[in-house]
């Protein structure tokens, strides 16, 4: 039989872990989705926090002097949660990026749809490769890494004991710009590099038969063509992931440096 007690001091700790990881489940990738029941998002977050709390082990009682100081101690332990998942979080938009561009090249860019699990209109081809990238984070036991790089901040970012370093938080986004146009354009090359043969073709067969409506005739041709190479390019798949989840373990690195 499992027995847990808590005094004062000790159940103060433990509600710092709690906010903590519940900012964190609320937005990283895989357990933040949104069509995951709250009941389950909370209900997970109270389980890892009592884990936790067994296994740091608080020596000693979080000082504050009144109300507003302990309101600050929850804020920042949640800013921590939350910046951590967000660093996770936001590579998924590599892959919603590079699907925006191959449907505008193909011409499917008015054929958005709803996607349930971040609630917002997106383009056929980027909810196709996200869910394709989500099934491998999955399979690869990538969320088993954004989960215990969480638990690995307690180590090296006590509780009540986070300084946010602005600038370098700044400059970790200012890469993973760079990086999402770098990572972007590489997965959308194939798509595009064909697409651009094409347009050619079209051009010089416009010159030699001005007879035939050549944007009647491209349209179709160039959907056939992108969904061609789509499907001849799926293999790419696991070394498409492997670009994204790189560059997810170097942001979750990166603003956990700028956060001690």
């Known amino acids: 039989m499992i027995n847990y007690t808590f005094s004062i001091n000790t159940f103060e700790y433990f509600l710092m872990i709690l906010v903590r990881v519940a900012t964190f489940v609320y937005i990283a990738p895989f357990f933040g989705m949104s069509n995951t029941p709250n009941r389950v998002k909370i209900g997970f977050s109270a389980c890892v926090s009592i884990i936790l709390f067994q296994v740091i082990q608080p020596k000693e009682a979080i000082a504050y002097s ?32 590079s699907g925006k561009v191959i449907d505008m090249e193909i011409g499917l860019a008015m054929a958005n749809m709803y996607d349930p699990t971040t609630r917002t209109q997106s383009g056929l081809t980027g909810t196709m490769y996200n869910y394709f990238i989500m099934m491998l984070l999955i399979v690869t036991d990538m969320h088993h890494y954004i989960l215990r790089a969480l638990v690995d901040t307690y180590q090296i970012i006590p509780v009540n004991q986070t300084v946010f370093d602005w600038d370098h938080l700044m400059g970790s986004m200012t890469m993973y710009m760079a990086d999402l146009m770098v990572i972007g354009f590489r997965i959308v090359l194939p798509v595009f590099a064909c697409s651009m043969i094409l347009s050619c073709i079209l051009g010089i067969m416009a010159k030699v038969a001005p007879q035939m409506n050549m944007f009647a005739v491209g349209m179709q041709i160039k959907v056939l063509l992108g969904l061609g190479i789509m499907f001849l390019t799926i293999i790419l798949l696991p070394s498409i992931s492997n670009f994204i989840f790189t560059e997810m373990k170097r942001m979750i690195v990166s603003v956990i440096e700028g956060m001690y």
């Open 66 to 97: 009144g109300v507003i100081e302990f309101a600050i101690i929850v804020l920042k332990e949640g800013i921590t949660g939350l910046l951590i998942g967000f660093a996770a979080n936001i590579c998924n938009s590599i892959i919603v990026f």
